[in-house]
């Protein structure tokens, strides 16, 4: 399947299928081009582009149950007249018992593995929040921490950083 606009321009090859209790999508796409400042996606003065390569093979109803693999190859980034390669990647995501995830990201600069009982929305705020208690005077409390639900979430990680 051919999607062709002036902002908007992929070929797609397989299933996106919401008809299941869970929807799953397994497909091929090249990205030919995609216009996120156009799309109103990204800032509209930044004229901010993307292309590359996708395989995804994947399964949930909501970003939290997700699971299943994707890749990314050949993608490039352009803001204006910068053009940015962005390494090949592997991602898998594991659900397992007790709402446990894995997740497994590997390129050749960074692998990073997440282990733990979590909800994505709550990393960053998380992460910054224990920043902040060590580091009170170089990071500021993320705004609405209080309210975020966290109780009863664990998340181990590693990272990786391959020299380049």
Known sequence: MLFRSTNFDIDFNGL???NEEEPIYNFEAMVNNINLSE???????SNVKISGQINADMVG??????YGKITMQQAQFVQCDSI??????????????NKNKQI???????EIALDGNFQYKNIVPTC???????????IKKPINFDSLNIENQEL?????????
């Open 16 to 18: 996106i299928d919401f």
């Open 39 to 45: 799309l109103q996606i990204y800032k509209p003065d």
């Open 61 to 66: 109803k909501t970003l939290d149950s997700l």
């Open 84 to 97: 940015y390669d962005i390494p090949d990647f592997n991602l898998n995501i594991e659900q397992k018992e």
């Open 104 to 110: 497994l990201f590997h390129s050749d600069i960074i």
């Open 128 to 138: 910054i929040h224990l920043m902040h208690k060590y580091l009170p005077s170089l």
């Open 156 to 164: 181990s990680f590693n990272i990786d950083i391959k020299q380049s």
